[in-house]
């Protein structure tokens, strides 16, 4: 399958001679390590073409930079010092632990980006530090330097307890339809922890974004199809969502990520909200990693320039 996005955005995919650019090995034990654990590589079959050796070379720069930042960062641990431990009392009576990143050099004159993280299955619990432990990529991204310094930001990192999930649906069925799987209690608590902490924080309400791996692909399809008018620009990694929502998103700037070789949630999942948003009118962002199974957060956080992409996104008025 060709991985496509906007004109002039192809991302890997077939080589000239039918066969396909997969990454082995290495990459697999990336995604699976989330870069949390020691050194790593990617041994690229079928890569003859060209075209296809340049972008095999881009993902594997975007690694090495991921790789750079985690160990700037001092390690995971050290997040447990950036990201402020709290608590939030839902208006059903339950509450939502979460970790919050505060921009640096916070300055209440001005307005900051939000990013919403979703953590996956793995991190769920009340300890308030596996969504962060579990799969630390994204969060180590975006306490590094590289984008706190260029684009200072909030960083919302909620915990779904334990035997509850983002979204009420089977993980291996993939697409669903809200109209039969109401929001869950654990995502409209996120809902309004987010809006409590817009009036707590200067946020920039037309850069609030949200991205989430697994379970929290699925919740973050489905919190942008209920909450359209909320976020500008959304990142779900193997997840799935309702493609008849998807004329309510299409104006919304999104790049999915999934691996073909996804043996937990369908690649079907993300494949089906993309055709969906397309026609519907929208310009999705999708990349498919070949022989890639379900660890595909790995490549995805460190694609080439998507917090750049990310960041550049703003809410039409």
């Not at 590589?41 to 060209?50: L, Q, Y």
């Not at 769920?124 to 260029?150: E, M, S, T, Y």
Request: aromatic share 10%; hydrophobic share 40%; proline share 6%.
């Amino acid at each position: 399958m060709i991985l496509s996005g906007p004109a002039g955005h192809a991302e890997e995919g077939l080589c000239q001679d039918g066969g396909q650019a997969r990454a082995g090995s290495g990459l697999a034990e990336v995604g699976q390590a989330g870069f949390n654990g020691g050194g790593f590589g990617a041994d690229f079959e079928c890569v003859s073409d060209r075209r296809e050796r340049v972008r095999a070379l881009h993902w594997l720069a975007g690694a090495v930079a991921l790789a750079a930042t985690v160990a700037a960062a001092g390690g995971v641990d050290d997040l447990k010092t950036a990201f402020e431990a709290r608590e939030f009392a839902g208006s059903d009576g339950g509450k939502l632990l979460y970790r919050l990143l505060r921009p640096k050099g916070y300055d209440p004159n001005k307005t900051y980006p939000l990013v919403l993280v979703l953590h996956g299955a793995g991190g769920r619990g009340g300890d308030n530090w596996g969504q962060i432990k579990d799969q630390p990529a994204p969060f180590l991204a975006l306490a590094g330097d590289a984008v706190q310094d260029k684009h200072p930001c909030i960083v919302v990192a909620p915990q779904c307890p334990g035997g509850k999930q983002w979204v009420n649906w089977p993980w291996g069925k993939g697409s669903y339809s809200q109209d039969k799987v109401p929001i869950s209690a654990e995502l409209k608590r996120v809902l309004e922890a987010l809006a409590q902490l817009r009036t707590e924080f200067q946020v920039d309400a037309r850069r609030v974004y949200v991205t989430g791996m697994s379970m929290g692909g699925y919740g973050t399809w489905d919190i942008i199809a209920r909450e359209p008018k909320l976020f500008a620009a959304a990142m779900p990694v193997c997840g799935a969502g309702d493609p008849s929502r998807a004329p309510s998103i299409a104006k919304m700037a999104v790049w999915a990520f999934h691996g073909d070789k996804d043996g937990v949630v369908p690649v079907s999942g993300s494949r089906e909200m993309v055709e969906a948003l397309k026609k519907a009118g929208g310009k999705p962002r999708y990349n498919e990693f070949p022989g890639v199974g379900h660890a595909s957060w790995g490549p995805a956080y460190a694609t080439e320039r998507l917090w750049e992409w990310l960041f550049a996104q703003k809410r039409a008025e």
